[in-house]
C-alpha cells in the first residue's frame, strides 16, 4: 500500500484543516500537528484554547522553548510517523509551521515526509501574526503547493486529485 506523510503548512485562515478532513471523506488519514503536545502543555499555563494572534504567539514560544531543550515537538511527531508507516492509514498529515522544523522533521524521516503550502483562504501572505512560526511559511522551498480559493466543492475534489496523483506515483 502507498503511503503519504505531507507536511502541510500555511497561514492561519487559508483551510488547512478544511482540506484535511475533506481529504477523510476519501482516504484514511491521521491529522496531527506537532504544536498538539504543546497544547496539552499550554492548557497547564491557562491557555483556553482561544487562537488569537496573542495565543499563536504563545503557542509558537513554547514549542521553541521544548524544541530547544530536547526536541520535544520533533520527536513527539516522529513517534507518530513511525506508528503510521506500520498501520493501514494512508496519508499521514503533520502540521509543522516553522521552515527550520519541517527541515528536521523531512531529514528524520529520511525525505520520506513531503511537504504542501496551502495558501489563500481568509488571510493573505502580507498579513504579518507577530511569531517566527506564522509570519515564515513561505520560507521553505516546499514539494507541493495548492491554491485553496475555489468553492469548497471544487476545492475537495481538486485537492483529493492531487493527493490520488501523488499516491499513485509511489507517495514515498
Same mark, same amino acid.
Given at each position: 500500500?502507498?503511503k503519504?506523510?505531507?507536511?502541510?503548512?500555511?497561514a492561519?485562515g487559508?483551510?488547512?484543516?478544511?482540506?484535511?478532513?475533506l481529504?477523510a471523506?476519501?482516504f484514511?488519514?491521521?491529522?496531527?500537528?506537532?504544536? #498538539?503536545?504543546?497544547?496539552?502543555?499550554? *492548557?497547564?499555563?491557562?491557555?483556553?484554547?482561544?487562537? #488569537? +494572534?496573542?495565543?499563536r504567539?504563545?503557542?509558537h514560544?513554547?514549542?521553541?522553548l521544548?524544541a530547544?531543550?530536547?526536541?520535544?515537538?520533533?520527536n513527539?511527531?516522529?513517534?507518530?510517523?513511525?506508528?503510521?508507516m *506500520?498501520n493501514?492509514?494512508?496519508?499521514?498529515?503533520?502540521?509543522?509551521?516553522?521552515?527550520?522544523?519541517i527541515e528536521?522533521f523531512?531529514?528524520? *524521516?529520511d525525505?520520506?515526509?513531503?511537504t504542501?503550502?496551502?495558501?489563500?483562504? *481568509?488571510?493573505?501572505?502580507?498579513?504579518?501574526?507577530?511569531n517566527?512560526? #506564522? +509570519?515564515?511559511?513561505?520560507?521553505y522551498?516546499?514539494?507541493?503547493?495548492?491554491?485553496n #480559493?475555489?468553492?469548497?466543492?471544487?476545492?475537495?475534489k481538486?485537492?483529493?486529485e492531487m493527493?490520488s496523483?501523488?499516491l499513485e506515483?509511489?507517495g514515498?
Amino acid at each position: 500500500m502507498n503511503k503519504l506523510v505531507m507536511v502541510i503548512n500555511g497561514a492561519g485562515g487559508v483551510g488547512k484543516d478544511t482540506l484535511c478532513d475533506l481529504s477523510a471523506k476519501h482516504f484514511k488519514v491521521r491529522n496531527i500537528s506537532s504544536v #498538539d503536545p504543546i497544547k496539552e502543555i499550554a *492548557t497547564f499555563c491557562g491557555w483556553t484554547g482561544v487562537k #488569537d +494572534d496573542r495565543a499563536r504567539k504563545f503557542l509558537h514560544d513554547l514549542k521553541t522553548l521544548t524544541a530547544e531543550y530536547n526536541d520535544f515537538p520533533t520527536n513527539w511527531a516522529l513517534n507518530v510517523f513511525r506508528e503510521f508507516m *506500520t498501520n493501514d492509514e494512508e496519508i499521514l498529515y503533520v502540521h509543522i509551521r516553522e521552515p527550520w522544523e519541517i527541515e528536521k522533521f523531512v531529514k528524520a *524521516t529520511d525525505g520520506v515526509a513531503k511537504t504542501l503550502l496551502v495558501r489563500g483562504g *481568509t488571510r493573505t501572505r502580507a498579513d504579518a501574526y507577530g511569531n517566527a512560526a #506564522d +509570519d515564515s511559511v513561505e520560507q521553505y522551498s516546499y514539494d507541493y503547493y495548492f491554491m485553496n #480559493d475555489k468553492p469548497l466543492e471544487k476545492a475537495e475534489k481538486d485537492f483529493c486529485e492531487m493527493l490520488s496523483q501523488i499516491l499513485e506515483n509511489g507517495g514515498n
